[in-house]
């Protein structure tokens, strides 16, 4: 009797002690319970703070199989079947298909999860569990392809790049199928949170342009990026000089033909440009058609351009230094109606030559703000009207507005429309040098336009590569073109890896 009580003792204690832990387990899952409700209140929370009053952001609660699952996504940036498809029949159907596609985000880190629903991510928070994932649905409407209306070709592809970045890294890769054409992309402007992505070859790249590139843009500190333009700005050798000493082009087999010479190429989302460096001042005057045509027509097309530049800027310089201090430089019929024409003009030939001056940039700015067929019935009816006007009332001389028309127009010939507003700027600096010591102002403008392009450098490279430093097969695809089985790599620009 004593050995069954004592069993019987012995059953009751260990049935109580039993009792207990199971009580004290559902007392701590409970307890846990309501700590991961609370968090998930407060993470939930916490991101409706960050976002209040953001009307297009959207959350929503769907029930599945694991549970409550609270869904927050952006309603401009995401499509709708986007969600249908990839977030919501899979989430009512088969819950654990989420897990497979989807990635896990630290609820703590607000910062990062705020970021991840701005730029179109979309999360979805499990109750349950205390989970936050997020799934890639950025959709945002985008701009077909189109042909570029800045840089048209009648020879080589019409397609240009777009405002999408994915859009614009797929027209590279289509044309460069190699594994070694690598990207890495960076997040830049401390308000606007901009994607951009450096492009280049992995084997052929200079390692040394590529690391001074990453440290200059990780060293970018700007609120708002809306164009590539800016960072261009940003990052430049001097950006006080009023040349640009990167290429920016939309034509996506520019680049590639950049891409495989070794240079590296910059692209940012929501803009069409795409920047390319290092570059030359000869590059400037570089179009992609050049290579589609026969080696003569390019060459023949190319010192166009690059006179057409020294032309533009010394054109109505000449014609004031000749009139104020040099009329014996011009032959005598020449000087005789010159002085006809402004012999009613009451001002000095440098005011005439400003005064026209700022009259055509006037139309051409007023063009260039109004719609395209308002824009260009204003540009002829008022050049015209303007012209003929200030002729007839001695304001300024004929023979002015000729050379003034010519001028405006090759300031056109460069391919890159920076090098057009350049040519525009340097202008006024001849003029004023022309108008205060002749000739020997232009001489002094000239020898400064000279010793700043020498000084220039893109990403580290002189800017006036290959002329100086002299590289002599770059010298084959300069000024002249030579035929292509003559064109090698630019290695003095480049430094690429491979000879």
């Not at 594994?179 to 992505?197: A, Q, R, Y």
């Not at 970018?220 to 000493?245: C, G, H, M, R």
């Not at 050049?383 to 002729?391: Q, R």
Request: proline share 5%.
């Amino acid at each position: 009797m004593k050995k069954l009580g004592n069993l019987v003792r012995t059953k009751i204690r260990a049935s109580c002690k039993e009792t207990e832990q199971k009580e004290s387990k559902d007392s701590n899952t409970q307890e846990k319970n309501n700590i991961n409700n609370l968090q998930t209140e407060q993470t939930i929370n916490e991101i409706k703070k960050n976002l209040a009053r953001v009307n297009d952001f959207l959350f929503k609660k769907v029930v599945t199989e694991e549970g409550i699952v609270t869904v927050m996504y952006s309603n401009s940036l995401v499509e709708k079947m986007i969600m249908q498809v990839m977030v919501f029949i899979p989430l009512t159907n088969h819950a654990n298909q989420i897990h497979q596609v989807a990635e896990e985000i630290n609820p703590l880190d607000m910062k990062d999860v705020i970021l991840k629903i701005t730029s179109g991510q979309t999360l979805l928070y499990f109750h349950d569990k205390n989970v936050l994932l997020f799934i890639d649905t950025y959709s945002p409407p985008t701009r077909s392809i189109t042909s570029s209306e800045t840089e048209s070709t009648v020879i080589g592809s019409q397609d240009s790049f777009t405002e999408s970045m994915e859009a614009n890294l797929s027209l590279i890769r289509r044309r460069i199928r190699n594994p070694m054409l690598k990207n890495e992309n960076f997040v830049i402007g401390s308000e606007t949170n901009t994607n951009i992505s450096i492009v280049y070859m992995d084997t052929i790249v200079n390692n040394d342009y590529l690391d001074e590139l990453r440290t200059r843009i990780e060293r970018v500190d700007y609120p708002a990026f809306t164009d590539i333009s800016l960072l261009k700005q940003l990052i430049e050798d001097n950006p006080l000089s009023p040349f640009p000493q990167y290429y920016m082009t939309v034509r996506p087999d520019t680049i590639s033909d950049y891409l495989t010479d070794g240079r590296i190429v910059v692209l940012m989302d929501n803009s069409q440009a795409a920047l390319v460096c290092p570059v030359t001042f000869f590059e400037m005057f570089v179009s992609v058609e050049d290579y589609y045509n026969r080696w003569t027509t390019a060459s023949l097309l190319r010192m166009l351009r690059f006179f057409g530049f020294f032309l533009t800027i010394t054109i109505t310089p000449a014609y004031v230094s000749a009139l104020t201090f040099h009329p014996e430089i011009l032959p005598y019929e020449l000087l005789v109606n010159l002085q006809e024409s402004r012999s009613k003009v009451p001002f000095p030939p440098i005011f005439e030559v400003l005064f026209i001056e700022l009259i055509i940039e006037v139309l051409r700015e007023a063009g260039s703000r109004m719609p395209a067929k308002v824009g260009q019935t204003i540009g002829i009816v008022g050049g015209i009207v303007i012209g003929t006007a200030a002729v007839e009332a001695g304001l300024i001389s004929n023979i002015l507005v000729v050379l003034v028309a010519t001028s405006a127009l090759l300031s056109f010939l460069p391919p890159i429309f920076l090098m057009s507003n350049t040519s525009r700027f340097v202008r006024y600096i001849f003029i004023i040098s022309a108008g205060m010591y002749g000739l020997y102002g232009q001489m002094l403008a000239f020898a400064w336009l000279i010793a700043h392009l020498l000084s220039l450098k893109s990403l580290g490279t002189p800017f006036m590569t290959p002329i100086i430093p002299r590289k002599a097969t770059d010298l084959f695809d300069s000024v002249i073109r030579f035929p292509t089985a003559f064109l090698k790599r630019k290695m003095g620009i480049s430094k690429s890896q491979k000879k």
